[in-house]
């Protein structure tokens, strides 16, 4: 975290790092003297991470000490020597943009640290446009990276974050079907295509069942037809044979 000392004659804005001298120890914590009208207060809950049970096992009266501001008060300012968080719980919120470092690479996301008070983790799915199947081949430890606050659920101290949402969106390739909302293709299937060519094939119109049966009446009348004519052929033909057949015995008489 980028170090803000400052004079202490200047504003003091919470998170300022400032520099101060141990003027008086309590039973409950500091006074300190930052060299400003308004002294110095720190809580034995904020001399050290670890928990305390006397203020002087962590400071004394004269000591010099580097202290961060809490909040600033009418009668006093609330310090600690605790270094405070680049991102508070309360400061993080979804769609805010950040920089980070991964820390770590897993085969389902990445852990970026962001300066809270645990990394967040970008899903493999969050960290590019395209398909990549593990985080390694976009990116790698101690690389800077930006990212956007997705999710923060600190009851169970877990950050979501995005590198995809940061990224610029690529560009369509003229080649590759465009998609409209919802990621779907705007070009038609091709059962889509050959349903509307069957569609449009001329259909032959379908016979109603009177003209099924007037059609098969014609077919039996020219069939009966036909054989009334070989009929008559045959007949005429046996008459010739017999007139000849008569004549060629009277002849022979």
Do not use: C
Not at 169 to 175: G, Q, V, W
Request: aromatic residues 2%.
């Amino acid at each position: 975290m980028a170090e803000n000392e400052t004079t202490p004659e200047s504003v003091l804005e919470p998170k300022t790092k400032i520099k101060g001298t141990i003027k008086k120890i309590t039973i409950g914590g500091a006074i300190v003297d930052l060299g400003q009208e308004l002294p110095g207060v720190i809580h034995i809950s904020q001399l050290q991470k670890e928990h305390l049970t006397r203020v002087e096992d962590a400071v004394e009266i004269g000591q010099e000490i580097e202290v961060w501001v809490r909040r600033a008060k009418k009668d006093r300012i609330e310090l600690t020597m605790i270094e405070p968080l680049d991102l508070e719980w309360r400061e993080m919120k979804p769609d805010v943009v950040t920089k980070g470092k991964v820390v770590r690479l897993e085969t389902y996301g990445a852990f970026v640290e962001i300066g809270a008070e645990r990394p967040g983790l970008v899903h493999v799915s969050e960290i590019a446009h395209g398909y990549i199947k593990h985080p390694s081949q976009a990116i790698k430890v101690d690389d800077e990276v930006e990212v956007m606050i997705l999710e923060v659920n600190r009851r169970k101290k877990q950050i979501r974050l995005s590198m995809k949402a940061v990224l610029p969106e690529p560009e369509e390739s003229p080649d590759k079907p465009r998609r409209g909302r919802g990621g779907k293709k705007r070009g038609k299937s091709v059962e889509a295509m050959m349903a509307e060519f069957s569609s449009e094939e001329p259909k032959v119109p379908e016979h109603t069942a009177m003209e099924v049966a007037w059609k098969a009446a014609l077919d039996r009348a020219g069939s009966t037809k036909k054989s009334n004519k070989k009929d008559e052929k045959s007949a005429e033909a046996a008459q010739v044979q017999e007139e000849l057949l008569s004549r060629t015995l009277e002849q022979r008489k």
